[in-house]
Nanobody
Framework: QVQLVESGGGLVQAGGSLRLSCAASGRTFSSSAMGWFRQAPGKEREFVAV????????YYADSVKGRFTISRDNAKNTVYLQMNSPKPEDTAVYYC????????????????????WGQGTQVTVSS
């Protein structure tokens, strides 16, 4: 079993910055993809960003492109989400996810391709 533990959430002012971390522990595996999703109250879970181990590619949702940056430390099995210039609409519970297999690029925004999920960390952006 693999456990994903997020940290770094909290309250941040619009235009500020915040960094989320997600550490994987438990059964050792080489995750093909590690990503972030978020879910706001009353809304469905939505894709934020993903980092692909093979080739080092990263993909972002249009809503966060240019403001958020995903990075990973494979030696530590940790993925980060640097949130710059957050907006009130970024307020949500942020979830870390890890997938074992490789998929076509267009598949990574789909939650079904991920095998493991964290419990989530709340991010609140004040205006």
């Amino acid at each position: 079993q693999v456990q994903l533990v997020e940290s770094g959430g909290g309250l941040v002012q619009a235009g500020g910055s915040l960094r989320l971390s997600c550490a994987a522990s438990g059964r050792t595996f080489s995750s093909s993809a590690m990503g972030w999703f978020r879910q706001a109250p009353g809304k469905e879970r939505e894709f934020v960003a993903v980092s692909i181990r093979s080739g080092g590619s990263t993909y972002y949702a249009d809503s966060v492109k240019g403001r958020f940056t995903i990075s990973r430390d494979n030696a530590k099995n940790t993925v980060y989400l640097q949130m710059n210039s957050p907006k009130p609409e970024d307020t949500a519970v942020y979830y870390c996810a890890a997938g074992r297999r490789s998929y076509p690029r267009q598949s990574y925004p789909m939650p079904e391709v991920y095998d493991y999920w964290g419990q989530g960390t709340q991010v609140t952006v004040s205006s």
